[in-house]
């Protein structure tokens, strides 16, 4: 009697959490607490924004285990930490690859929480998951476009820089860097930057620079930078971009290139 009660009491808290889950707009499993062995914890429930990922229907994935995602791809180092904290009855949080009902492979990333009764034993795990495959893709093709971006910079001695006026923040390409011939680790804020330059051409630098920022006007001009062979000369562009977070036709960034001629 006292394990048909136990089994009751932990199915009502299941259909509880279940219910309290069904509106969110991320994936949910929730298995039972079995053996982690094959075939492994069994699930419980699935909603329907784990049905839209996988292609799985909450019917036909309950009572089966995790495993049935899982394919050539999916990383085993990756689930041997998650059995590691299973094991430990800790939250595991991490990123593979899985696969659809169909077969198709995506970029899963999920977090895994132990459910405890009143006694604290582990009653349920429930998995929040996300497809990010196309974050993840996006991530790639900016590394890509980044690397290439890179390269076509060192060959055209060519450095680019960005300067977000609200945020009062620099960025700065590696090329840019070396053109100046500072340490990427340096304080490229405007005024630092400003001296760089021979101080015969500071003024009409910082100039075109105030210009830019207050008026909207682009720029493109020339510039001693004293360096240990003696001086070198660069050509600085700028644009000034509008929008963003600041008021509507103000400037928001000032984007440009600084060439080594």
Not at 59 to 77: C, N, V
Not at 100 to 105: A, L, N, Q, V, W
Not at 132 to 151: A, G, H, I, P, S
Not at 190 to 203: A, K, L, V
């Amino acid at each position: 009697i006292t394990d048909v009660t136990d089994r009751v009491q932990r199915e009502k808290r299941l259909r509880m959490l279940s219910k309290a889950l069904e509106q969110t707009k991320e994936a949910v499993l929730i298995t039972e607490a079995d053996s982690l062995d094959r075939p492994g914890p069994r699930i419980a429930y699935a909603n329907e924004a784990f049905e839209e990922m996988t292609g799985y229907t909450e019917e036909e994935i309950l009572g089966k285990t995790p495993r049935i995602l899982q394919g050539p791809e999916t990383d085993r180092d990756v689930i041997d930490t998650l059995r590691e904290a299973l094991e430990a009855g800790v939250r595991w949080s991490g990123e593979a690859i899985n696969y659809t009902k169909h077969g198709d492979p995506y970029q899963v990333q999920w977090s895994v929480s132990p459910v405890r009764g009143d006694d604290g034993d582990i009653e349920h795990w429930v998995s929040v998951q996300r497809d990010v495959t196309k974050r993840r893709r996006r991530q790639r093709e900016l590394e890509r476009q980044n690397d290439f971006f890179e390269k076509a910079q060192e060959i055209a001695k060519v450095g680019a820089w960005e300067y977000d006026i609200q945020a009062h923040e620099s960025t700065w390409t590696e090329k840019a860097y070396d053109i100046v011939g500072l340490p990427t680790s340096a304080d490229t804020t405007p005024e630092n930057t400003f001296q760089i330059y021979h101080s015969e051409d500071r003024p009409q630098v910082r100039e075109a620079f105030r210009r830019a920022v207050k008026k909207g006007k682009p720029f493109d001009l020339e510039a001693r930078i004293p360096d240990e062979d003696g001086t070198k000369w660069v050509r600085i562009r700028g644009e000034p971009q509008h929008g963003g977070e600041n008021e509507a036709g103000r400037v928001g960034r000032v984007r440009g290139t600084i060439r080594d001629i």
